[in-house]
């Protein structure tokens, strides 16, 4: 049997990982790495990174939540499919996920489609309260912050797109989108 290896993360600086520690050390883990960082991506997080360059076949990497170690379905799944590429397995404490194990693998699966299923209904809420608003009147989207009618001016009097973009403070993107041509090649 590999190592135990305990991740524990906090999302401000202001919140402590003590008792994730405490945790993990009464799980067994000999090594314990902590960082403060905000969950939503894998991006930026060190410690995280540096277990996962170095975690070897049989080393178990354990959290306490599988939310201490990622908010969202596609990270989770990139560090599972790290783990297992390399032979290691995700262990948590505080819920019955286990990679090693097929109840394990099941369990997590199913919190993803769970995970998922509660984003979309969150989504379509979201569309639906927005449908209604615009219904209502309430809700007319933000104003257009591009002048549409001087580019247009402009453009009618020979103004090329550079040109317009640098007088207005505006992309020259956002100029062949106003015009409604499309942007010459390569740039």
Known sequence: MGTSIGYARVSTTDQDVGIQVAALKGAGCTVIRTEKKSGTTTG???ELATILDFIQAGDVLVVTRIDRLARSIADLATIVRTLEGKGAALKATEQPIDTATAAGRAFLQMLGVFAEFETAIRKERQLEGIAQAKAAGVYTGRPASIPAEEVRALKA?????????????ISRASVYRILGEAAPAGG
């Open 44 to 46: 930026g997080r060190a």
């Open 157 to 169: 009097q020979g103004v090329g797109a550079s040109a317009i973009a640098g007088k207005l403070g």
